[in-house]
């Protein structure tokens, strides 16, 4: 496997995961430190993967 697909593979993970984490702990807890960091985090993850699938998509390597 290589570097690049296990950076893709990690995203992926921390966005399926984050988000239902991120929507449990708000709606539980509030609005605390814990969402209030991991929001931009995810925020960032996830534009990122939507940036890397439609280049990939496209053909825009």
Same mark, same amino acid.
């Given at each position: 496997?290589?570097?690049?697909?296990?950076?893709?593979?990690? #995203?992926?993970?921390?966005?399926?995961? #984050?988000?239902?984490?991120?929507?449990?702990?708000?709606?539980?807890?509030?609005?605390?430190?814990?969402?209030?960091?991991?929001?931009?985090?995810?925020?960032?993850?996830?534009? #990122?993967?939507?940036?890397?699938?439609?280049?990939?998509?496209? #053909?825009?390597?």
């Amino acid at each position: 496997m290589t570097a690049d697909a296990i950076i893709v593979r990690a #995203g992926l993970i921390l966005f399926v995961l #984050g988000w239902p984490a991120i929507g449990l702990v708000y709606w539980f807890a509030g609005y605390g430190p814990v969402v209030e960091w991991s929001m931009p985090v995810l925020i960032g993850v996830t534009i #990122g993967l939507a940036t890397r699938w439609t280049t990939d998509r496209l #053909g825009l390597k």
